[in-house]
């Protein structure tokens, strides 16, 4: 138990894949993903307000966000510093590239063994595979209990925390001893927007590789020191087995991709007139699909 | 050894469906494998399900019967499943994905250095090359990716078991004519918890019965965010009561607050493949047409002629789903008898 509370909440990048317009679409049918915005994965928005709900409440609380993926994911980093987040690191390296919600969860357990925090919460799961998995995966990686599809964390002292979970058809409260891994729902409470205060203070907030890129003249000015450093952690900082990164520590291969093309079958075209929509419902009565 | 491991789930002492459709998906692939069918049954007083079990294939079912298990709860049911795991070494192993499964597999799966794929739509046999090396025999675990866009067929070469979660109501449930003679075989559940597999309360549960069946309805009646209101819903409600249907949603009717999510229809919401599917005001993403694309007879509601839906319908209705509607209502009470 470290003196403060400190909560890291996993969070990803992902393409908007719930808004594929026409303009998102290719001459042949298929999905133009460099078209599709790149936003804050929704579930995981849900998991910082349960994080930010718990900093409301004890005081002693320190938010930490945990993302993976290339440069631009900073971005998550910064959103989350806006909206109220103490920190985060930005976990980035080629050797993490090609790796599946196995090897993916071996980093991040990884880095959060180095940030050693006292509760995980993350999103279920993200809307560019819909797994669900990778929470459990680092729970189980930390040796950790899981609480998944939680809806709201209820009452959390030094010891335990107890949550509200929504299943299929229905509740269920469960209550879990200190360090836990839990997954939240899009069905919990929204998150809050940004703070104002927040925004001022992080709004220059920049990992080491923007600042560079940027450009020279700019980091030689020294001003790169007055604004907040997104930590960038490859492997190098968070070690561990090579192997385990990456592809080579996936154990799941992806043999086949088809796009998706709506395909048009045998089909009559019919107007609302009274004569067409009698017509359909005779011929369906006298074929016993109804009636 | 080697075989196939379906976990089965149950649900106020009833085996749920979802796993009874992976024993009968499981045992097509156990054919093309030559191999048995094992399931893995844990919960509380729940022996008796074995039977049921044998009537759709299982060699064996692996039971772990204990008062401490009578509600799932991840870290036992971990610590049993992949104690299993190791001893009987599966080729496959097979869990629906419910909140359950979802919660249990990929626990399993990290622990074990498995892979694991989710949702799967389709599972099926296939060789595989890599390289220079060649697999036979693997599972091609078929599934919608990048919000159902793509459809990706994964496959796990080196690693076992090779593990999936299938959504309720994707796979066909078919019992055998008769039943094979199968056995139990006993889990020591007391050599496998520890204590702190232990330490995660249940304080309290309230499953709803289930009320809403459109899974199981002959007949569909959806309506999408081209309904307009929640009030406007009722017009899909009449139109379904009228035919003896239920009432489904897409998923931007169920966002918008029009219908309940139980009636979501979908790739996040459920697969349907009724008789007949009449869909009103819907425009027919794919993400929704995964869920239903399957049903015998599609008729289309919707004014706007481009709306990809009327591509996958049988009868294609350009109009005002508010004419339409009344019109199928009152053309029904007329000619039927």
Redesign the interface.
Known sequence: MNDKLKIVVLAKQVPDTRNVGKDAMKEDGTVNRAALPAIFNPEDMNALEQALRIKDRLKDVEIHLLTMGPGRAADIIREGLFRGADGGVLLTDRKFAGADTLATSYALAQAVRKIAPDMIIAGRQAIDGDTAQVGPQVAEKLGWPQITYAEEVLYIDDNRVTVRRRLERGIEVVSSPLPVLITVTGTAAACRPRNAKQLLRYKGARTVSEDQASGSEYAASGKCSEHFQIPEWGFAEIGGDEKSYGSSGSPTKVKKIENIILQAKESRTLSDSDADIEGLVKELISSHTIG | MNNIIVYCETDGGRLCDVSLELMTKARDLAASLSCDVEALLIGHDVRGLADELYSYGAAVVHLADDKRLEFF???PY?SITIDLFRKEQPQIALFGA??VG??L???V???L???????CTSLEIGD?Q?KEKQYHNLL??IR????????????????RPQMATVREGVMKKAPLAAPVAGRISEIDVNSILKDSDL????????????KIDIKGAQ?IVAGGFGVGSKENFDLIFELART?GGEVGASRAAVDAGFADHARQIG??GVTVRP??FISCGIS????H?AGMDQSS?I?SINSD?EA?I???????????LN??IP??IK??K????
Not at chain 2, 144 to 159: K, Q, R
Not at chain 2, 284 to 287: C, H, L, M, P, S
Not at chain 2, 334 to 337: E, V
């Open positions: 709860r991840t870290l971990a419910t909140s979802r919660d597999a990929p626990r799966s990290s622990a250095h498995s892979g694991l794929t989710a949702d595989h890599d091609y675990q919608p990716a990048f919000g159902g866009n793509i459809i990706a067929t994964i496959v796990n070469p080196e690693h330490t995660v309360e249940i304080v309290a549960r309230e499953i709803e019965e289930r007949i035919l790739q996040t008789k007949l027919g993403q794919i993400q047409t007879m008729i002629p990809p009327h591509k996958i319908a049988d009868y294609a209705i350009v109009g005002d004419v339409v019109k199928l053309f029904y007329q000619n039927s008898k």
